[in-house]
């Protein structure tokens, strides 16, 4: 009689992108108020996002530590690291646009900001449900197809933004004004499209272990 022992392969990795995401979807909620605030709640609310922006890089930090003391992950070490690097830059760009927000004096935003971000933090909720519930294949699926038609809907978004932007009149600082409202929306497409290039690994995954 053979006997067949399984070894336990860790998910520690994956459940420290799990609280990654969770923190991609608070600096997501942070940036929303900010777009919501007067201007004298902007310098708390940078300070709250370059928290979280700091709990995430701990968090990374944690993943990397793991990986190398990790003998069995319940993902390759190369899958995680690049999953894990796609949210903490994701978070970095949001913090960044909450800096261009302050410093940019960007008091007066194109509804478009708002609808950006709202799929932003539709995304940023699918990568949480991604990393709770990574054993369900069919649901990681849906959860991926879900996440790459928001980029598509975030790139329509953006080019109306810009759109309305350009049209909006050549009145006195018309130029810089859409300069402003071109480096938001920017910043704001970099964050979809990590966590674009995340769901594209999570379908990556899903491929190849069916």
Same mark, same amino acid.
């Given at each position: 009689m053979k006997w067949r022992f399984r070894v336990p392969r860790e998910s520690v990795g994956i459940d420290l992108l799990a609280d990654m995401s969770r923190e991609l979807a608070s600096s997501v909620q942070t940036l929303a108020e900010m777009l919501g605030s007067e201007a004298d709640e902007y310098p708390r609310l940078v @300070?709250?996002?370059?928290a979280t922006e700091g709990r995430s890089n701990e968090l990374f930090f944690r993943l990397l530590t793991t990986m190398r003391s990790s003998i069995i992950n319940r993902l390759p070490r190369e899958d995680l690291y690049r999953m894990g690097e796609h949210i903490n830059t994701a978070i970095e760009c949001l913090d960044t646009a909450s800096d261009i927000l302050l410093t940019l004096n960007l008091h007066r935003q194109s509804p478009r900001a708002a609808e950006l971000l709202e799929i932003i933090q539709?995304?940023?909720?699918?990568?949480i449900k991604? !990393?709770?519930? !990574? @054993?369900?294949?069919?649901d990681l699926e849906d959860i991926w197809v879900d996440s790459l038609r928001l980029g598509k809907r975030a @790139?329509?978004?953006? %080019?109306?933004? %810009?759109? @309305?932007v350009l049209e909006a009149g050549s009145g006195p600082g018309s130029g810089l004004n859409a300069a402003k409202h071109t480096l938001m929306a920017e910043r704001l497409m970099l964050v979809v499209g990590h966590l674009r290039e995340l769901a594209m690994d999570v379908g990556e995954i899903v491929v190849r272990e069916s």
């Open positions: @300070e709250q996002m370059h539709r995304m940023a909720d699918n990568s991604m !990393f709770t519930g !990574f @054993e369900n294949m069919d @790139e329509h978004t953006r %080019l109306t933004w %810009l759109k @309305e």
